[in-house]
């Protein structure tokens, strides 16, 4: 994606294309999902429908880290229905409707049973169209609360939802607790890495505590740029998740994590700041530059956050990089992006670390 005439146009009300039609016998019933609750957003107002990123914060960070939070990483449509059956249709950033995609990139839904997320099902196409079975087969009809993650590393602009006629469909109750945000690099937005949305390490901590959990990964970026820190600080969240380390060099942590943390006391006093290492690479202990590189960068955050707990900085909690596996290995798919296994061993990680900081909201009941 770039910042073409063409790119802007579709981003800002271009015609949609023509609409696809089912191969099924009974067209399904469509819904704009823009009308149900849309989740893992930080600035709901501020930015187009299924962007994580306020819309005048083009021009205030790098290209690279703005394009990339086009991505759907994080974000969710939350609604409740009685269908024993869902389809979708949705356009991307071409302006196309969208087939063919690769698992990470596709549209995944969950259900809640017995009051824990249940995975049901992956987006399919039909008959190799452009309207896709989010579930393998009918369901017995009755009321559930579902989910729909967005793709991970691609845009949307707009998206239905599909369902036999006569079916009900209305919004989850939104969520009103000061969310948990992560803001990092690939490893955080799960682009690059995890099967499929829903496996990456926000969005287990996400399902796992039934938490509001906002997605500020940008893959290739999150470098602790000022103008960066300055939006990640504009949400009032309960907690901060900094992951930034596999991006940055030593030197640049020297010079830019400091700041970002008094920046980030000075804008929320007294929200708690999570600090991680990077991760080991694996194959750093035969590759010596990539020991190194990760050796050095740690080294530099350390550092810092012992002159940031000499200074009397309070709310600091540090995650050493050795810890997120476990001293395991094989959890990377390429020495540093985990695995779907390896961002499970990352959450049994962060989530005793970030229970004590959840605010206990009691969920609206059915009616």
Known sequence: MGKSKAFWEVRHGAPLPPLPLSALPEQPEWHDAARLTIAGKGWLDESLTYERLPARAEDRIPERPWMHSLAGAGISIRFES????????????????????????????????????????????????????????????????????????????????????????????????????????????????????????????????????????????????????ELVAEIDACVYVLDCLPNMLEQTVR??????????????????????????YEDGFLVESRRARCEDSNAALREGYARLIGEGVRGLVYVPGASLFGGETEFTRDGTHPTDFGYRCMARVFIPILAPYLEAAPRPAWK
């Open 82 to 229: 009685d269908a024993p059956m869902f389809y979708a249709r949705w356009v991307d950033y071409n302006n196309e409707w969208a087939t063919k995609q690769a698992p990470e990139n596709q549209l995944v839904l969950y259900v809640r049973m017995d009051g824990s997320w249940r995975w049901a099902g992956l987006a399919s196409e039909i008959n190799d169209g452009r309207v896709l079975r989010l579930l393998s087969g009918a369901i017995p009809v009755g009321k559930r609360e579902y989910l729909l993650y967005l793709p991970q590393g691609r845009g949307v602009r707009h998206l239905d939802i599909g369902m036999p006629k006569g079916s009900m469909i209305r919004p989850s109750p939104p969520r009103t607790e000061r969310p948990v945000v992560f803001y990092g690099t690939s490893i955080i937005h799960g682009a690059a890495a995890a099967s499929r949305p829903g496996l990456n390490l926000v969005s287990l901590v996400e399902r796992h505590f039934d938490y509001p959990v906002i997605n500020l990964g940008f893959s290739g970026s999150a470098c602790m740029e000022p103008e960066a820190i």
């Open 255 to 280: 010079e830019r994590f400091v700041p970002a943390i008094h920046a980030l006391r000075k804008a929320r006093p007294r929200t708690p700041i999570v600090v991680v290492e990077s991760l080991l």
